[in-house]
């Protein structure tokens, strides 16, 4: 986390001090939640996560290849997976 200041008039700080203490919460997760709401809500439609395109693997085509990124196995172990029967569940004694 990082840390920011803020000004605020005095009766805004004493609001937030008083209502902290009612919903037995920091002043500081009230402002955090509170500066998180407001972002969201004025964040423009469709607009994608800050972190979103934030890595470049160097292929165009992920999206259609997922599956078989997310679920690829090295050598031959892939193909023998796919063919073997489900293991069931023991009972316990």
């Known amino acids: ?7 605020v008039p005095e009766s805004l700080e004493r609001e937030l001090q008083l209502y902290a203490a009612r919903e037995k919460k920091s002043t500081a ?32 085509d992920t999206a259609e290849r997922h599956e078989e990124l997310l679920f690829k196995r090295k050598g031959s172990h ?10 069931r569940a023991r009972r316990p004694k």
């Open 1 to 7: 986390m990082k840390r920011t200041t803020i000004f």
């Open 29 to 60: 997760s009230v402002v955090r939640e509170a500066l998180a709401e407001y972002v969201a809500k004025r964040r423009l439609p469709g607009a994608l996560p800050s972190f979103a395109g934030a890595f470049a693997s160097g292929h165009s």
């Open 78 to 87: 892939a193909a023998a997976r796919r063919h073997r029967r489900p293991v």
